[in-house]
Every structure is written in C-alpha cells, then in structure tokens.
C-alpha cells in the first residue's frame, strides 16, 4: 500500500453479487486509484444477528474484524440499496454492532443510497449516523442515486456524466475530511 493514500474502508449494504452498489464502489476505486486505497467489505451476510446481551469481550471474529477495519481506516463509505422502503437488514446489523463502541468517533465518512427510489434507506441512514453514533453528516458527504441500474453498463461501470460528478463530489468532499482530520 502506498503510504500516502487514504484508506477507505467502503461497505457496500447489498450481499448480492454483481450488486449495482458493488459496481459503485469499484468505479470509485477506478476514479480514485491515485488518491485512496479502498477495501470494499464483503462480510456482512457473515455477521451474526445483533445481541444486546453480547459483551464486547464476547462479540465474535467476524464482528470483531469489522470493527478493526473501521478503526484502521482514514474513512468510511457505505454504498446502500432500499429494500422494503428501509436500509438492508446486513447492513442494520453491521451498524448495531458498532453501536456500544467508539469506532467512528472522529473518522470520515461518507455513504450513498443507490437504488430504484432509496428516500427512506437515505433518511433511515442519516438517522442512524445522526442520532444514534451521533455523526453530524455534511450535505456533501451523502448522495441519493435513483434508478442506480440504469446508470451503469452490463460491465457496471458508471455511464451517466451526471452520476460520474455526483461521486466525485461525494469523494472529494470525504478526501478533504480526511486530510483535515489528519491534520489536527
């Protein structure tokens, strides 16, 4: 890894393969090969369901090493579809597990709900960071893709000129917030 990269740990909140979210991610990664390292998450339909009742001294690898990889990143993103008019029950889960804990106190982030509609995984979304982790979100640290599939090739690579500059804008707005973090 190139030392002067950003690490960007991106979650991508659908477990299908080929998923629409999936292929956002990796664009961006094309986008941004000179600027961040990105490691797309893949682990999520591994996760256990959400405990309460767990410990964190009791929580299993797999929630374990999701936590480790928020920490040791410079950011996070989280590429999202809707499903049933709410945020993918994987990707609820994920976030409950990092509920008890502080892994993202002061770390950039940044998420995008790419879907057919998407309005209400987008405002379940921002609630969860805003209220619950208690993440203030900036304006340009979150983006809503509507009709996401259509924007992308049979190869998933992003065609629409107006998608390209929404996720540059995202991606921009996240590299500054890391390279303010990292200056403090």
């Not at 393969?17 to 390292?37: P, R």
């Not at 480790?68 to 590429?79: A, N, P």
């Not at 640290?141 to 000129?161: F, P, T, Y």
Request: hydrophobic share 40%; aromatic share 6%; glycine share 6%.
């Amino acid at each position: 890894m190139d030392k002067h990269k950003k690490k960007v740990f991106a979650i991508s909140g659908s477990t299908r393969a080929n998923s629409s979210n999936e292929a956002l991610l990796k664009s961006i990664a094309k986008l941004y090969v000179d600027e961040i390292d990105m490691e797309i998450y893949n682990q999520l339909d591994n996760l256990p369901h959400f405990n309460p009742d767990v410990r964190d001294d009791q929580v299993s690898e797999t929630v374990k090493d999701l936590r480790k990889k928020i920490v040791q990143s410079d950011g996070v993103l989280i590429c999202t579809p809707e499903y049933v008019f709410s945020l993918p029950g994987a990707l609820k889960t994920a976030l409950e597990w990092t509920v008890s804990t502080t892994v993202f106190t002061g770390k950039p982030f940044a998420f995008i709900v790419a879907s057919g509609l998407g309005e209400k995984a987008f405002e379940s979304l921002e609630l969860i960071m805003n209220t619950i982790l208690q993440y203030k979100i900036g304006d340009d640290a979150k983006l809503l893709i509507r009709g996401a599939r259509a924007k992308l090739n049979g190869d998933g690579e992003v065609v629409d000129e107006k998608t390209v500059n929404d996720l540059r804008k995202i991606m921009d707005s996240m590299i500054t917030q890391i390279r303010d973090t990292n200056c403090l």
